[in-house]
């Protein structure tokens, strides 16, 4: 079956492929964290009171650790390169099918100052969201640290004879899923897919509106979209596709929601029509 995330990539291959490529890099590195903790929680439950308990513990702890800071390390460099390199692609190759789709010459498109300052926050926003939930699996796996450290501690002094309940360290540690503000629990690739192809496709639409006005001076631009999809939000009765819009409506509602597959063709043929309003039909 195909998703709303892979739909709305599937006519865009460019756009496709930094996202598929990226997913992939970021799931390989948080599997760097669960294979650490599948590690360290296997040689804990060997763990038995004695002579240099405590010194073992540490060791196995600090092994953990460092794979956590190479896991912050590695996966902090592909956010840098996601904002750095990737997004100003997916912003040049949204203006460059923009200005195809209108039959334009792509090379009217260069950048100039106002794409270089339009680029800059966009990509400054989703680096700092990125960087948030490699940080929030940092703090999940620190607190996942001191959680081992806390029930083998209670082994080797004694206090807890049934030994170490791993499979609760790991349930109530996930590390192989991406929560989000309502607790819900997500696979690290789906939210990645779902996160990045939402990136990637805003910065595109931007691109596309900001080269429809700046390069052709365009009024109006036509909406392509699902068949069902409102124009403000996917329920709203105002259906997006096949639609013409201002300037000032694409570049406000560049997609209606997470999966959106919304794309924006220039119409600088419309400019000076007086018997167009926004939402007739193209």
């Given at each position: 079956m195909i998703t709303a995330v892979q739909q709305q990539t599937d006519d865009?291959?460019?756009?496709?492929?930094?996202?598929?490529?990226?997913?992939?890099?970021?799931?390989?590195?948080?599997?760097r964290l669960t294979v650490a903790q599948d590690t360290l929680l296997r040689t804990i439950e060997r763990l038995r009171p004695g002579y240099g308990a405590t010194t073992r513990i540490n060791g196995m702890v600090a092994s953990?650790?460092?794979?956590?800071?190479?896991?912050?390390?590695?996966?902090?460099?592909?956010?840098?390169?996601?904002?750095?390199?990737?997004?100003?692609?997916?912003?040049?190759?949204?203006?460059?099918?923009?200005?195809?789709?209108?039959?334009?010459?792509?090379?009217?498109?260069?950048?100039?100052?106002?794409?270089?300052?339009?680029?800059?926050?966009?990509?400054?926003?989703?680096?700092?969201?990125?960087?948030?939930?490699?940080?929030?699996?940092?703090?999940?796996?620190?607190?996942?640290?001191?959680?081992?450290?806390?029930?083998?501690?209670?082994?080797?002094?004694?206090?807890?004879?049934?030994?170490i309940d791993s499979a609760r360290l790991a349930a109530d540690h996930p590390l192989s899923t991406v929560v989000y503000r309502n607790e819900a629990r997500h696979q690290v690739k789906d939210w990645a897919r779902t996160a990045l192809t939402y990136q990637a496709t805003t910065t595109a639409n931007r691109a596309a509106v900001n080269a429809g006005v700046w390069e052709l001076e365009a009024d109006w631009f036509e909406?392509?979209?699902?068949?069902?999809?409102?124009?403000?939000?996917?329920?709203?009765?105002?259906?997006?596709n096949g639609t013409i819009r201002s300037a000032d409506e694409a570049g406000t509602y560049l997609i209606a929601h997470f999966g959106c597959i919304r794309q924006w063709v220039p119409r600088p043929d419309l400019n000076g029509r007086r018997d167009i309003e926004s939402g007739d039909p193209a």
């Open positions: 865009r291959p460019e756009l496709a492929a930094l996202v598929a490529v990226m997913v992939i890099k970021f799931d390989t590195e948080w599997r953990f650790q460092q794979q956590v800071g190479e896991f912050h390390r590695l996966a902090r460099a592909l956010a840098e390169r996601w904002a750095a390199q990737d997004l100003p692609i997916a912003y040049r190759d949204g203006a460059l099918r923009a200005l195809r789709t209108a039959g334009a010459d792509p090379a009217l498109f260069t950048w100039t100052t106002n794409h270089q300052a339009e680029i800059t926050p966009i990509t400054a926003v989703y680096y700092t969201d990125l960087i948030g939930r490699i940080q929030e699996a940092v703090r999940r796996a620190q607190a996942f640290a001191r959680a081992v450290r806390d029930a083998a501690r209670e082994v080797t002094l004694g206090r807890n004879h049934e030994g909406c392509v979209d699902g068949p069902h999809c409102g124009f403000v939000s996917h329920p709203d009765t105002d259906h997006a």
